[in-house]
Antibody, heavy 124, light 107 residues
Framework: QVKLVQSGAEVKKPGASVKVSCKAS????????IHWVRQAPGQGLEWMGR????????KFAQDFQGRVTLTWDTSISTAYMELSGLRPDDTAVYYC?????????????????WGQGTILTVSS | AIQMTQSPSSLSASVGDRVTITCRAS??????LGWYQQKLGEAPKLLIY???TLQSGVPSRFSGSGSGTDFTLTISRLQLEDFAIYFC?????????FGGGTKVEIK
């Protein structure tokens, strides 16, 4: 069964960094893009960026360019999202999601599998 | 970035009602749009992709239509388990962008 399992909740102080992991199973990890999406409390969904676990190609939303680092480890089928310079308004649930389209496509087909979410709280 | 305007932001409906939610893109996105359902405390779930293709396992009461800039999600006969928030997502071009969401509540 195709699954994405994320790391646990985090509490960080302003200015710190956080690294969230997303472990894939049940499919060829390098075959599909992994996207990162966040949702602030009571708010909508915000796309942050995506990585190709095949080539390492990355795309980012403007608001996160320079503050988000996307990496991956093929040997353990895990993608990572690191967010630096944390602010209280980064408090949110962070999701990883698999793209329906394979990495041979330029873009996207929808997010068919989601991680369970990682709650990040940023507070002094 | 492409702006996705979703309406209404909320609606009240009864079990058995037909419900329609719309998304409008600020530019032509062909049919590169998906619809997602999110229940409280859960991750979103893909319902429709490529504007009108039903994701595997999703009940046939959900349908999507549209192309270009105007899109619609229809729930033909609302069930109790359909009370949730619905989002559209354009996946035509980066950066991907979501609509603001529609909360479907019980009347």
């Amino acid at each position: 069964q195709v699954k994405l399992v994320q790391s646990g909740a985090e509490v960080k102080k302003p200015g710190a960094s956080v690294k969230v992991s997303c472990k894939a199973s049940g499919y060829s990890f390098t075959g599909y893009y992994i996207h990162w999406v966040r949702q602030a409390p009571g708010q909508g969904l915000e796309w942050m960026g995506r990585i190709s676990p095949d080539t390492g190609d990355r795309k980012f939303a403007q608001d996160f360019q320079g503050r988000v680092t996307l990496t991956w480890d093929t040997s353990i089928s895990t993608a990572y999202m690191e967010l630096s310079g944390l602010r209280p308004d980064d408090t949110a649930v962070y999701y990883c999601a698999r793209d329906l389209n394979p990495v041979t496509s330029f873009c996207c087909g929808g997010f068919d599998v989601w991680g369970q979410g990682t709650i990040l709280t940023v507070s002094s | 970035a492409i702006q996705m305007t979703q309406s209404p932001s909320s609606l009240s409906a009864s079990v058995g009602d037909r419900v329609t939610i719309t998304c409008r893109a600020s530019q032509d996105i062909r049919n590169d749009l998906g619809w997602y359902q999110q229940k409280l405390g859960e991750a979103p779930k893909l319902l429709i992709y490529a504007a009108s293709t039903l994701q595997s396992g999703v009940p046939s009461r959900f349908s999507g239509s549209g192309s270009g800039t105007d899109f619609t999600l229809t729930i033909s006969r609302l069930q109790l388990e359909d009370f949730a928030i619905y989002f559209c997502l354009q996946d035509y071009i980066y950066p991907l962008t979501f609509g603001g969401g529609t909360k479907v509540e019980i009347k």
